[in-house]
């Protein structure tokens, strides 16, 4: 009777969360309101007092700005936690901003987490232990990649395949989905991190100029595209001159990106042709019929939707807000987690009450 009244208790009081823990930017998701949270994934620590200076966007804001005494730090290195403290740090605050959404304090949720395909046991009980020691009372882990899938629909249970690939900014992922798991899957770092750093040493080389990851990423969000385009698309571009050590500045054109990040592009095709060629003929015809669906920040890269579908001779989908695909995933498992109970990376523990 006393565990009844205190489930009952427990439900009324907590709200679940959802949370794309991203290399590069952390959604959360609060059961009954929805998106609360969409902010890079930095945290900003004062190293002479150890105490947290800023976190997300506020942080975003002081790299390469930062005094001596004051590092900022991402927390996930290819899309698993290599920063333990930091990580924990990062999800208590947001768990916080989460009670302030709500307007009264959280009793322990239950927490969906997305996590790169084919993590290791060590990875998920970092990304299990760091949620627990921020507050959460039990932490479900799903592969990304799965959560895509729930998250724009796709028909996840059913006996057909279904190909999704994730690429975010740590890392990109192409899985194979069938009767509600994954049949095969690639986990490669060719994401959006990656690219930056392609553009990064293309200036540098081409017209000795050093820019920071910032700049880099601001040039691949307003010029990038992987096929050429009939209108030119340029922006200015300020960096340090390598030869004479003062600042300069310089036109930059969506032909000039295109060249940087070419080879990039060219190893994730072959990436998701190394999956495609070990995957059953009964779930390529599925495929070849059903097309390929490309979400993550990835998917708003000019023209790589239409490169991949002309490369891998497939329809390639992009869903309406391809961002929000692994956070609407958790909502989905969130709301009725029983359905999805075999698709949770297992952990010893995985309670589902309420």
Not at 47 to 60: D, Y
Not at 104 to 128: D, H
Request: hydrophobic share 40%; aromatic share 4%; glycine share 8%.
């Amino acid at each position: 009777m006393f565990q009844q009244i205190r489930a009952k208790i427990n439900s009324t009081l907590s709200s679940d969360l959802g949370i794309d823990l991203g290399t590069a930017n952390t959604l959360v998701y609060l059961k009954g309101k929805g998106v609360i949270v969409n902010e890079p994934t930095v945290i900003a620590i004062n190293t002479k007092t150890k105490q947290i200076v800023a976190v997300g966007k506020e942080a975003s804001r002081m790299v390469g700005r930062t005094p001596k005494h004051i590092t900022t730090v991402r927390p996930l290195l290819n899309g698993v936690i290599s920063d333990f403290d930091a990580a924990q740090e990062f999800l208590a605050y947001f768990m916080r901003r989460a009670e302030e959404e709500a307007g009264r304090k959280l009793m322990q949720p239950r927490v969906v987490v997305g996590a790169p395909s084919g993590i290791t046991n060590v990875e998920r009980r970092a990304i299990r232990k760091a949620a627990l020691n921020a507050g959460a009372r039990s932490v479900i882990v799903m592969e990304e990649p799965l959560l895509a899938g729930i998250g724009v629909r796709l028909p996840i249970h059913d006996p057909v395949g279904s190909l999704v690939i994730d690429m975010g900014g740590g890392t990109t992922d192409i899985a194979v989905i069938s009767l509600g798991g994954i049949f095969h899957s690639r986990h490669t770092t060719v994401a959006g991190d990656r690219l930056n750093n392609d553009i990064i040493n293309y200036i540098r080389d081409e017209f000795r100029v050093l820019i920071g990851e910032k700049t880099a990423e601001r040039i691949k969000k307003e010029v990038a595209s992987v096929v050429p385009l009939e209108v030119l698309l340029e922006t200015t571009v300020q960096g340090r001159d390598l030869i004479t050590g003062l600042p300069r500045e310089l036109i930059i054109n969506n032909e000039d990106i295109q060249a940087a990040i070419k080879n990039s592009i060219r190893l994730l095709v072959r990436e998701i042709n190394g999956v495609l060629e070990i995957t059953p003929p009964e779930l390529i015809s599925d495929l070849s019929r059903r097309g390929v669906i490309l979400t993550g920040g990835g998917a708003l890269l000019r023209g790589l939707s239409t490169m991949l579908s002309n490369e891998l001779q497939m329809e390639v989908h992009v869903p309406d807000e391809p961002l929000s695909s692994v956070i609407f995933g958790t909502s989905i498992v969130l709301e009725n987690p029983e359905p999805f109970k075999s698709s949770f990376v297992h952990d010893d523990e995985v309670p589902l009450d309420n």
